[in-house]
């Protein structure tokens, strides 16, 4: 089982919906949860992170936690064709030292205009 | 502005010499720093992780010896590519946890091309 899992997509959202994006997580110990987005051969950039179950919201972006269920996801409103693009879900693991940042493979999002 | 400052942002070389990647933490001191490769339409893969004064960490199925990886100060590690090969062609991105402990900021990434 993979540690983080996401439905690679891709998933096609007509312009001005809202997208949604999910991932599970395997290891109950994770502490913090991270949505990135990267464009086709660029970096990763940090949309949100989260760490408290519930909803966590930033402009367009909403984050949300269920620890219980292992479930995160990341719902962005009022899609823009400029928000094509793979989202990663990863989750953070801080052990007496250790850290583990964990990757989900990716959702590739396309936004209809 | 950039937290993680990573050059070259592209490099091309001949199958069988070195390129050296840099990655640089501006804002904070960074004890540990990480590396990253990531294959088209492949999630990221954690190569080692870098630590400052001391060896760096790999994970299982890299090579060491090729993959050399020096944490020469607090905000700067570097990885260097030895004797490398076509196959090595990957997008290589460092990565640093934040002070807090709560974030994760990654460098601009290096694309290489091995030919």
């Known amino acids: 089982q993979k540690e983080v899992e996401q439905n690679s997509g891709p998933l096609s959202v007509p312009e001005g919906a809202i997208a949604s994006l999910n991932c599970t997580y395997s290891d109950r110990g994770s502490q913090s949860f991270f949505w990135y987005r990267q464009y086709s051969g660029k970096s990763p950039e940090l949309i949100m992170f989260?760490?408290?179950?519930g909803d966590k919201e930033d402009g367009r972006f909403t984050a949300q936690l269920n620890k219980a269920s292992q479930y995160v996801s990341l719902l962005i409103r009022d899609s823009q064709p400029s928000d094509s693009a793979t989202y990663l879900c990863?989750?953070?693991?801080?052990?007496?030292?250790?850290?583990?940042?964990?990757f989900g493979t990716g959702t590739r999002l396309t936004i209809i205009p | 502005g950039a937290v993680v400052s990573q050059h070259p942002s592209w490099v091309i070389c001949k199958s069988g010499t070195s390129v050296k990647i840099e990655c640089r933490s501006l804002d904070f001191q960074a004890t540990t720093m990480f590396w990253y490769r990531q294959f088209p339409k492949q999630s990221l893969m954690l190569m080692a992780t870098?630590?400052?004064?001391?060896?760096?960490?790999?994970e299982q199925g890299v090579e060491k010896d090729k993959f050399l990886i020096n944490h020469a100060s607090l905000t700067l590690s570097t990885l260097t590519v030895t004797s490398a090969h076509p196959e090595d062609s990957s997008f290589y991105i460092c990565r640093v946890t934040g002070p807090l402990n709560t974030e994760a900021f990654f460098g601009q990434g290096t694309r290489l091309t091995v030919v």
């Open positions: 989260i760490y408290s179950n």
């Open positions: 870098s630590n400052e004064g001391s060896k760096a960490t790999y």
């Open positions: 990863a989750a953070f693991l801080s052990n007496f030292g250790n850290e583990k940042l964990t």
